[in-house]
């Protein structure tokens, strides 16, 4: 018999029994939103609560994250929305913004609609731009204490071991990437430092939103970007927060670049030596992002929505990427 994921007991009424839980009630309308990671639903309410008739709740993936830790990313959602940054902050019911029911964490916000930025304007991205380092202004007022940097040995060396040690990579195609993605490694220890130590004091680490790629940004034609989804917020350089938003050939990515920082630098100065990381964090994402399939597919979400995931073609796929990842970082890195 297969074993349930913790995920199958959450159901409508868990959802609403979580809610009940702490003085807030559903109607019965809910709406499962996208979300694989964690298990996100839209509630409509009996009663408004905080002037919010619907509410998003959000139930943590069980194990991920510490308490500590969550309330860390609570924490810095409410500093960005008392500077007036818009982000997306968890409301505090009875005096807490996050609870505990049936097994699973949980955070209740405020819904907040809007579409994707277009990314194509450049008034748009330096709408961004300006957005952007005014979260870099708060997230450099103070460290993280319970979130981990983004660094070569949690996102790279980490997934690569993990991957080759239950033997997520099929053997026919184990030796080629597992040599590509060792060069690679040493060609993103090379950009970082040498060793994380070298990293930390060669840039200017701060708290990032850590995940900002267009689906996290919710844009509103008259009040432009609010922020979303700080669940990966961790430490790091301030590029991880632009790079993600850059698209195309290398001559696009440098206009896209370009407006980003125009807007950037009305708020608060970028580090160019910061530019030469994009393509080794990039790096690091493609690693850790093969990891991270590999390590949640027990549950049942992610079979249904990545079949391709885990097939030698897959595999060949992904080192044919880290091979074109090893000649991007030997270029010259963008400019603006």
Not at 18 to 32: N, Y
Not at 151 to 171: I, K, Q
Request: net charge negative; hydrophobic share 45%; charged share 25%.
């Amino acid at each position: 018999m297969t074993e349930k994921h913790p995920y199958d007991t959450l159901t409508p009424d868990a959802v609403l029994d979580a809610l009940a839980s702490v003085g807030v009630f559903g109607d019965g309308r809910l709406m499962a939103l996208s979300s694989y990671e964690n298990r996100v639903y839209q509630v409509e309410l009996e009663d408004a609560v905080q002037g919010c008739g619907e509410v998003v709740v959000k139930f943590y993936r069980p194990q991920r994250w510490s308490d500590a830790a969550i309330r860390e990313e609570h924490a810095f959602a409410e500093e960005l929305v008392a500077a007036e940054v818009p982000a997306v902050a968890p409301l505090r019911v009875l005096g807490e913004t996050l609870h505990h029911h049936g097994g699973f964490a949980f955070s209740i916000s405020p819904r907040r609609g809007g579409r994707s930025p277009e990314l194509d304007d450049p008034e748009v991205l330096e709408w961004i731009g300006r957005f952007l380092a005014r979260i870099h202004a708060v997230g450099r007022a103070r460290p993280f204490a319970s979130r981990p940097q983004l660094d070569l040995a949690s996102f790279g060396a980490a997934s690569r071991d993990w991957l080759l040690g239950n033997h997520a990579v099929p053997l026919d195609v184990e030796a080629p990437w597992r040599t590509v993605c060792d060069a690679a490694l040493q060609a993103v220890a090379q950009a970082l430092g040498g060793i994380d130590g070298a990293y930390a004091s060669r840039f200017n680490l701060l708290r990032l939103h850590g995940d900002c790629h267009p689906g996290n940004i919710l844009w509103t034609p008259d009040a432009g970007p609010h922020f979303v989804d700080l669940d990966d917020a961790r430490t790091g350089p301030a590029v991880q927060d632009l790079w993600m938003l850059l698209s195309g050939e290398r001559v696009q990515r440098q206009r896209q670049l370009g407006a980003l920082l125009d807007g950037y630098e009305q708020v608060r100065d970028f580090d160019r030596a910061e530019l030469a990381l994009i393509e080794p964090l990039r790096t690091l994402r493609l690693i850790h992002y093969s990891a991270w399939l590999a390590r949640r597919w027990d549950d049942p979400a992610f079979p249904a929505a990545f079949p391709w995931f885990g097939s030698s073609d897959y595999w060949k796929g992904q080192v044919q990427m880290l091979e074109e990842q090893l000649e991007a970082m030997a270029e010259p890195p963008v400019v603006a």
